[in-house]
């Protein structure tokens, strides 16, 4: 269990944005302790813990404490999770106010917003099952989404806000809406270099459109956010390197998006330094 939540709260740290000086040493350690707490206390870490937690206990076979865990997720956090659910490690749940039930499996470093219900279907088509959704690795569910029933999520998918997925969805694809459909679909895969390079450079080119967008207010941030990360995963090798090389900037533009924070000078500034990369790519 160490290693999964040591993860867990790597996935955390990135969501904490308060500078850490280097010196005077006790500015440092105040800022540190500061981050520790906010992390633990503040942000719902401490539910992926507990459920993680609860786990081990029911498998050890100690009597009360899963339950307790379990109370305590629910009335600290507004997260419930049930006992058949399995969850890779570098979760990240960004406010709380989830539920997740039925025999559900979650991949690995998946981001969770709030209001959200991964669960069980009983619909006429399916009727009633305990089986409940296969979502792949780095899976992105807006804010209100609804995952219902023994459907499969791959990898790289980004579930829009309040999305309804009642159907299996490919990876890397958004999709949005009730009932979820595909929306920007990945091109095909390019199959030599020739192929890859007009593939980069027709996802550098939408990139540089959707900034353009932004800044005229024709669209979102959180559309923006979409396009640039969706882009950079289907990328070439290259193209990807680049997307971590600004990993950070990418994190926290999706992090302002997911809790509806307005344009400011620190988002701007990350804007333009992915813009400028994307000019270096061409």
């Not at 992390?39 to 307790?68: D, N």
Request: proline share 4%; charged share 20%; net charge neutral.
């Amino acid at each position: 269990m160490a290693g999964s939540l040591n993860q867990d709260y790597a996935a955390h740290t990135l969501f904490t944005f308060a500078e850490i000086p280097a010196s005077p040493i006790w500015a440092n350690r105040a800022a540190r302790l500061r981050r520790w707490f906010t992390i633990a206390f503040a942000e719902t870490w401490l539910a992926v813990w507990l459920f993680r937690a609860k786990g081990r206990l029911r498998a050890a076979g100690v009597p009360a404490l899963p339950g307790v865990c379990d109370m305590l997720s629910r009335a600290l956090f507004h997260v419930s999770i049930g006992d058949r659910v399995e969850i890779g490690p570098g979760l990240m749940m960004s406010h709380g106010h989830v539920v997740i039930d039925g025999r559900t499996r979650i991949g690995r470093n998946c981001q969770i917003n709030p209001w959200v219900t991964i669960g069980l279907s009983n619909s006429k088509k399916l009727g009633f099952s305990v089986d409940g959704p296969t979502i792949g690795d780095n899976v992105h569910i807006g804010t209100g989404a609804k995952i219902l029933g023994p459907v499969s999520i791959g990898d790289h998918v980004r579930i829009g806000a309040n999305a309804v997925v009642v159907h299996d969805v490919p990876a890397n694809v958004t999709v949005v809406g009730a009932p979820a459909r595909i929306v920007g679909a990945a091109p095909p895969i390019a199959t030599d270099d020739g192929d890859a390079s007009g593939r980069d450079a027709q996802l550098l080119s939408r990139m540089h459109q959707a900034i353009v967008d932004y800044k005229l207010r024709r669209q979102s941030l959180k559309s923006l956010v979409d396009t640039l990360i969706g882009s950079f995963e289907i990328g070439s090798d290259s193209l990807r390197a680049n997307g971590d090389a600004h990993k950070d900037d990418l994190i926290f533009l999706d992090a302002v998006a997911a809790t509806g924070g307005e344009e400011s000078q620190q988002v701007l500034a990350a804007i333009d330094a992915i813009d400028s990369a994307l000019g270096n790519s061409g």
